[in-house]
C-alpha cells in the first residue's frame, strides 16, 4: 500500500516543480538575449570597415588656425571660381578651378586668371565641391608651375571674418600685376675708347696717295715716249 502523501509533501513538489519551470524560463530568456547580444556585434564588426574607409572631416584635418595656414601657404588670394575640369589617372583624382583671382595677400600671383588644382590621394583628401561664382580665400602651394591646393590647406568661401582675418595677418592686399616687360640692355663689346675719325680715314687716304703717284709715274713715262 502507498503511503499516504502529507501535506508538507505536496507543499515541497509544488514548490520544487515552480522553481523548475522558472528556471527553465529564465534560461530561454538569457539564451534570447545572447542571441540578441551576438547578432548585435556582428552588426556593429561589420560597418567597422565601413566607417574606417570613410573619415570625418575631423580626423582628416586637424584643427589648424588661420595665422598657421597663412605661414605655410606659397600664395594666399581673393578670387571668384568661373570654371572646373576633373581628370582621374591611376588611381588618383585631379580637379583643376579656373579662378578669377581679385586681391593677392602673399605670394607672386601676377595674373588676373589662374588654375588652382586640387589632387585626391591615399591620405590627402582633395578640395571638392567649389561653387562656380562663388568667392573664396585660396590657401596654395606652387608645385613647379601649378598652384596646389587641398583641403585641409584653408581655403574656404571669402566671408568676413575669414577675409578680416587674413588682412589682419597680411594687410589690406593688392591688385594681381603683371609683370613688366623686359627691357633692352646693351652690352659693351670692348673697354676701348671709340675709334676716332683719323682711324677710320686713314686707309682711305692711303689710296688716294697710292692713286696720286701711279698718276704722277704714268705721266712721266709718257713724257720720256
Not at 90 to 97: A, M, R, W
Not at 194 to 207: E, I, K, Q, Y
Amino acid at each position: 500500500m502507498r503511503a499516504p502523501v502529507s501535506s508538507a509533501d505536496g507543499s515541497a513538489r509544488a514548490s520544487a516543480g515552480a522553481s523548475a519551470r522558472v528556471s527553465a524560463g529564465v534560461s530561454a530568456v538569457g539564451r534570447a538575449v545572447a542571441a540578441l547580444l551576438l547578432a548585435g556585434s556582428a552588426v556593429v564588426l561589420a560597418q567597422v570597415p565601413t566607417q574606417a574607409a570613410a573619415p570625418t572631416r575631423a580626423a582628416a584635418c586637424p584643427n589648424v588656425q588661420v595665422a598657421d595656414q597663412a605661414r605655410r601657404a606659397d600664395d594666399v588670394f581673393t578670387g571668384t571660381v568661373t570654371g572646373r575640369s576633373v581628370a582621374r589617372r591611376s588611381g588618383t583624382t585631379t580637379t583643376t578651378y579656373d579662378v578669377d583671382v581679385e586681391r593677392v595677400y602673399k605670394g607672386p600671383v601676377r595674373d588676373s586668371s589662374v588654375q588652382v588644382s586640387s589632387r585626391a590621394s591615399k591620405g590627402a583628401p582633395a578640395l571638392a565641391g567649389l561653387v562656380k561664382g562663388s568667392r573664396y580665400v585660396f590657401f596654395t602651394s606652387e608645385q613647379g608651375t601649378t598652384l596646389a591646393t587641398d583641403r585641409c590647406s584653408g581655403t574656404a568661401r571669402a566671408g568676413d571674418s575669414l577675409v578680416g582675418q587674413v588682412e589682419k595677418l597680411l594687410g589690406n592686399g593688392h591688385l594681381p600685376v603683371p609683370p613688366a616687360p623686359q627691357k633692352a640692355s646693351f652690352t659693351k663689346v670692348a673697354d676701348a675708347a671709340p675709334t676716332s675719325f683719323t682711324r677710320l680715314a686713314a686707309p682711305g687716304a692711303a689710296m688716294v696717295l697710292v692713286g696720286l703717284l701711279g698718276l704722277v709715274v704714268v705721266r712721266r713715262l709718257a713724257r720720256r715716249a
